[in-house]
């Protein structure tokens, strides 16, 4: 049982996702579930007022095995400790369950693994601090437990933790530009998102890399916020698609690029206990690889991608 202490009057789901830095969405999922008490009373709307002095109290459920298809995987992980491990996503794989996912994902996986999860996101995202698309590749962070994925979730706030993502794109960029355009749901397709006045605050930045011999290009991409479909979304803003990206625009040619050729090459954190700064690189996945040593000079493109010349492309933005 944890307790919180109002110190001012307002609503419940402000007070408790200011205290546990969490967003209401996640909060809303305690108090629905009954997670909630306030003076020992449960109370199952989150917009109950409390007053000054009042106590909140609330639980957490305990992670529980979710009925998948059968496990026939594995996944690399990069990095493993007693409070988070970090793991290269293969291409396909779904990061948590949804009514429309089917198949087994990445939590299924960390479950039948044994693997001490975080619960502050709800039963179904156990441990995902932040999440990557089904056919993006790389490296994504998992928390272990409540207080580890609590200062995880700030770092990605504060921005002291980041990702750099390499992508081949389908046209050269003109030069290395930082899209700064709010991003929301497409109106008129609900499966886009799209660069539209009313959305949330967006900013990607992209550097030039090398040039492919079919005018392709291998980019590099910061991310300053975490929208969805957020790099894809501002390439094509600007007349540029990601190789094998479909929905956005781009067709393969005689469809032999199968997938979104997006990879979270870098990842970047404050250790949550030890306050070390770390990073994480995560090998590129066959495919990627494949396309780009037929199609790109290798000596050029191993100096470019160099984990410790990376973050420099980015010092003037």
Known sequence: MNTVKVTAPDRLDKVLSQALHVSRNQVEKLVKDGHVCVNGKTIDKTSFKVAQEDTITYTFKEAKKRVAPPI?????????????LVVN??????????????????VDWLVHKGISLSTISGEERHGIVHR???????????????A???????QLRDKSMGRYYLALIDCPLKDNILIDQPIGRNPKNRLRMD???Y???????????????NNEELIVAKLFTGRTHQIRVHLNAIGRHILGDTLYGFKSKSDKITRVNLHAYLLYLVHPKTGEKMEFKAPLFEDMRT???????????????????????FATT
Do not use: M, R
Not at 204 to 213: C, E, I, P, R
């Open 72 to 84: 026939d995987f594995d996944i690399e992980v990069l990095y493993e400790d007693e409070y988070f």
């Open 89 to 106: 996503k293969p291409s396909g794989l779904v990061v948590h369950p949804a009514p429309s996912v089917k198949g087994a994902t990445l």
């Open 291 to 313: 396309y780009i040593n037929k199609n790109f000079n290798q000596g050029d493109i191993n100096e470019k991608i160099n984990p410790l010349t990376i973050p420099s492309l």
């Open 199 to 213: 959305g949330k605050s967006a900013k990607t930045a992209f550097v030039k890399l090398a040039q492919g011999k």
């Open 132 to 146: 990557i698309d089904k056919q993006t590749t790389g490296a994504l962070v998992v928390a272990k437990d409540n």
């Open 195 to 197: 660069v539209v006045p």
């Open 148 to 154: 580890t994925h609590e200062a995880l979730s700030n």
